[in-house]
């Protein structure tokens, strides 16, 4: 019963990127996104609109997206709140990527107000962006743990997924932000969000690594019936109002486990590998993925 196909976004110029220390120079971010294309990525999240203030990395956004736009991949890109909207309405982009913390502390740390304060801003925009014909994703994040406040609760999380469907949204992605879940908690949160949420909502599954469990729960999610995930080329990224998370899950694991299983992604290895190789110069952290390492070696 695991599918044929899945689908990956790449999360890596935005999830990747944003938790970098140093200033990743925009020719840089723009070369890493067009060789990440050449290993055949439909969907990918480019950038983020949120204040430069708090995110500084993402300061050069706009520059990224005006460079980086094509028709062969869905592009997609980051924001929390109306001024996001409004600058992604300044743009060619059509592929508005929003995100809500289920856990209060969280969404508070992360955007500056309560969840349902971010729901109730997120409502109007996201109604609006669908009946101009833009793709809608929302991301959960603290969808298993929160760093401050511990274990979520399933229906907490079925609730903030079913607002968003009201809102009309074609996809929900849902996050370990702080990579603390286990394959049980996936294969029952994703069961029960199969079971519950419309099956025109496309669900997606997006894991950080911080205990080793990523891929595991991807096994997990799959048996549960999803067939989309977000990943991180290089295993690099994190949410700097996490603390205590670390990375993704490295894309190049994920498609080789998939394409290991039977499971195709359209996604080429080779070409992935050297995107990966020319991001390590320019961050702070060692690529980890397993599947990096052994090219090295080799
Ligand atoms: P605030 O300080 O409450 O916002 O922050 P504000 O409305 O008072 O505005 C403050 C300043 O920011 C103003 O500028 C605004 O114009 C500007 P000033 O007048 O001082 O010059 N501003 C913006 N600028 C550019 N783009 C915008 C924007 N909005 C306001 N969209 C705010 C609230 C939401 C802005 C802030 O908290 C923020 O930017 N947060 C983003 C945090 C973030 O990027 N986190 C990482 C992404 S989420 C994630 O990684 C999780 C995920 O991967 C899934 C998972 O793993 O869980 C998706
Ligand atoms: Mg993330």
Not at 73 to 92: H, K, M, W
Not at 170 to 185: I, K, Q, R, W, Y
């Amino acid at each position: 019963e695991l599918p044929e196909r899945a689908a990956i976004i790449e999360v890596g110029p935005r999830d990747g990127l944003q938790n970098e220390k140093n200033f990743v120079d925009t020719s840089v971010k723009i070369e890493f996104i067009k060789k990440l294309k050449k290993a055949g990525f439909q969907e990918m999240e480019l950038t983020s609109f949120v204040s430069p203030k708090w995110v500084p990395q993402m300061k050069d956004s706009a520059e990224i997206v005006a460079s980086c736009l094509d028709d062969e991949t869905r592009n997609f890109v980051l924001t929390p709140n109306e001024r996001g909207i409004q600058r992604l309405y300044e743009t060619s982009c059509k592929n508005a990527a929003v995100f809500v913390g289920v856990s209060n502390t969280f969404n508070q740390k992360n955007i500056n107000k309560p969840t349902a304060d971010s729901l109730s801003e997120l409502a109007p925009l996201i109604k609006d962006l669908k009946r101009k014909g833009y793709f809608v994703r929302a991301c959960i994040s603290t969808a298993f743990y929160c760093p401050y406040e511990g274990k979520i609760d399933e229906q907490d999380v079925l609730a903030v997924c079913e607002q968003f469907e009201s809102f009309g949204v074609d996809e929900l992605s849902v996050a370990d932000t702080n990579g603390m879940a286990s394959p049980l908690e996936v294969y029952e949160l994703f069961s029960l969000l199969k079971h519950r949420l419309s099956s025109t909502t496309l669900l997606t599954a997006h894991f950080h690594d911080t205990r080793g469990l990523a891929l595991a729960n991807i096994f997990a999610a799959l048996q549960a019936g999803v067939n989309r995930f977000d990943s991180s080329a290089g295993g690099l990224g994190g949410c700097p109002f996490a603390p205590g998370a670390t990375g993704n899950v490295a894309t190049e694991d994920v498609v080789y486990m998939l394409h290991q299983m039977g499971i195709q992604t359209g996604i080429q290895l080779e070409p992935l590998l050297e995107a990966v190789d020319y991001i390590s110069d320019y961050v702070s952290r060692p690529v980890e993925s397993r599947q990096y390492k052994l090219g090295q070696m080799n």
